[in-house]
């Protein structure tokens, strides 16, 4: 009973209307992944999804709606669907070479109730016509069949030709197969790791060396992170062409890169939107682009802090910016660490690179850097540098500020080179902004082979669409009450596939087996 069971799901599994069922569920898959935020392209979108679309969203999280792709209910599908073609191909393969090294088809007894047929009395003998019509099918897969072999009993040609047409569709499963394969061996391997990297001349290198040398990173399951290969590069600007209306036209970075991190050797790159750069297998793209704000806080002794940092384009247009800071006093300046602690200076608010204002209230109205200013919020107490704990890197956090651990001291705006004075003398400068680029650095080593999949896929797919499968049969008999040498010829054609293209073929070999030139 067992056996039964698995043997009828296996033919159930390799049927051909279970694979166009599969591959239909493939595709109804696949939509939630294209109209939903994916977890793995933009997990802040996701966050913000479920925090606004309340239960149904909950709900939507639980099936992997945010997660499609790496779902494991996506995965059975193409599993299966890989499985249920592999076990359509094998069988097909066997009986399409047990059809090709066989004897065709035997010739029916009437020729004229096939779709194509002619007959004509030709003035030559049967084994003269006999020789004419095997040497036109020499290019076929045919043999004679003699009388007593012919249900008509007559002697009759079978002959078919088109045999690449399954041949064809075969490597055309063969393609989708490998394409399946390939797509589940490149998410084990591939890795992908985002850095922003500001172009202030300073902390401007990156190298992908390790792990943690990345924003973020993720990594098929096979990979472990240890295994880099050394490569660096260098942001040295970032150019940007925005039409009037503020749109982007174009946005390049001039960067130098090297192979050997120890002994770098730089070459020169234009990194383009759409054009990254290519290096030992990892490409590198210019994803995004914003601007990272410079504040100098100068202590009431003199002493300065300054620092340059990314802020988070929430206007994708102009580029108006939200971000944070967090300074801490030098050493020595508070007799110990809980007063330090207590003094330490903090910043949250917005970024114009070109200011437009409302009154008092900050916009952008073009995402050139062509008048910076910011409109911030300064806050002194524990800014939580020494917890322990993570930070949010543009905000800063919710719960001290409730606590009383930050208190606001200062809301100002502020253009470049202007300054807010605290109450103790503390000073906050806003000197400006540099522009900051957001790259990717993928590696995937199945892009290859999933370009060569994909070729035979579409060249067996072509293949069996261009060739036509046909059979075809000529019988001869003496002509009767005509002249001795006069023979009967008569044919029959049948498309395998359709009719198109077959009947003029049809009637082209009738009229040069029937001319008496």
């Not at 209307?17 to 977890?39: C, D, H, K, S, Y």
Request: hydrophobic share 40%; proline share 5%.
């Amino acid at each position: 009973m067992v056996k039964l069971f698995f043997l009828r799901a296996w033919r159930w599994l390799t049927s051909m209307r279970t694979a166009l069922i599969l591959l239909f569920l493939l595709a109804l898959a696949a939509v939630p992944g294209a109209l939903l935020p994916q977890r793995s392209l933009n997990e802040s979108k996701v966050t913000e999804y479920i925090a606004s679309g309340g239960k149904t969203a909950e709900v939507m999280d639980k099936l992997q709606l945010f997660d499609v792709f790496s779902s494991p209910w996506f995965t059975a599908i193409w599993l299966l669907l890989g499985i249920s073609l592999v076990g359509c191909i094998i069988p097909r393969t066997w009986d399409h070479i047990k059809v090709m090294r066989g004897e065709p088809v035997r010739p029916p007894k009437n020729l004229g109730r096939l779709p194509k047929h002619g007959e004509a009395v030709v003035d030559k003998p049967i084994d003269q016509l006999q020789a004419e019509v095997t040497e036109k099918f020499s290019g076929w897969h045919s043999r004679w069949y003699q009388p007593a072999e012919d249900r008509a009993g007559a002697l009759t040609l079978s002959a078919e030709k088109g045999y690449a047409r399954e041949i064809f569709n075969l490597v055309f499963h063969l393609g989708i197969v490998a394409m399946l394969v390939v797509i589940g061996w490149g998410r084990l391997v591939y890795t992908e790791g985002h850095r922003i990297v500001v172009a202030d001349g300073q902390s401007n290198e990156f190298c992908n060396t390790a792990l943690s040398n990345f924003d973020s990173f993720r990594a098929g399951r096979l990979v472990d992170g240890t295994k880099l290969t050394p490569f660096c590069v260098q942001i040295h600007d970032f150019d940007a062409n925005y039409m009037p209306n503020g749109q982007s036209e174009m946005y390049q970075s001039h960067v130098s890169y090297t192979t050997d991190v120890a002994n770098p050797q730089w070459q020169d790159y234009d990194l383009k939107v759409n054009d990254p750069l290519r290096i030992e297998g990892y490409r590198v793209y210019l994803q995004g682009h914003g601007y990272a704000p410079t504040f100098t806080v100068i202590w009431p002794n003199g002493e300065e802090r300054t620092q340059t940092l990314q802020f988070r384009p929430d206007d994708p247009m102009n580029l108006l910016s939200t971000g944070a800071m967090r300074f801490d006093p030098p050493a020595g300046l508070y007799p110990d660490d809980l007063s330090r602690r207590q003094n330490q200076v903090s910043l949250q608010g917005l970024f114009a690179p070109t200011a437009s204002w409302d009154g008092t209230i900050l916009a952008s109205s073009f995402p050139a850097l062509t008048d910076p200013a910011v409109a911030i919020d300064v806050y002194r107490g524990d800014n939580g540098l020494d917890s322990g704990t993570g930070q949010q890197l543009f905000s800063l956090d919710a719960r001290q500020i409730a606590m009383g651990e930050l208190q606001k001291v200062a809301r100002v705006n502020l253009m470049q080179g202007e300054s807010v004075t605290l109450e103790d003398g503390t000073v906050v400068r806003f000197d400006g902004a540099v522009p900051f680029a957001n790259l990717q650095v993928s590696y995937d080593p199945s892009q290859g082979w999933l370009l060569v999949s994909t070729l035979i896929m579409l060249a067996g797919l072509v293949g069996s669409l261009m060739v036509k499968r046909r059979r075809m049969w000529v019988r001869l008999t003496p002509a009767r009450g005509t002249r001795p040498t006069a023979t009967r010829v008569e044919t029959g054609g049948l498309a395998r596939t359709d009719h198109a293209g077959w009947g003029a073929e049809h009637d082209e070999i009738f009229e040069e087996i029937t001319s008496t030139d």
